[in-house]
């Protein structure tokens, strides 16, 4: 059983939200709390972007192997 979600399979809705998730718990109803008080806004669009390149490294090794 897999608690921890796939930031990588995140949806439209929560991209466009994620600073407001990461910085001011906008999800801590559902166990996501805030960071704002450890993380800066660049920090926050780091990470964004990191999860975003990873998710199109997962794309491109599933289309690989697809395409096998």
């Known amino acids: ?17 994620f600073k407001d998730i990461v910085l001011h718990g906008a999800l801590a109803a559902a166990g996501m709390e805030r960071f704002d008080d450890i ?3 660049k920090d926050v669009d780091n ?12 794309y491109r090794a599933q289309e690989a192997s697809a395409h096998r």
């Open 1 to 17: 059983l897999n608690v921890t979600p796939d930031l990588r399979k995140l949806n439209a809705g929560l991209h466009a939200a």
């Open 47 to 58: 990470i964004h972007a990191y999860l975003i390149d990873q998710a199109w490294v997962a």
């Open 39 to 41: 993380l800066s806004e």
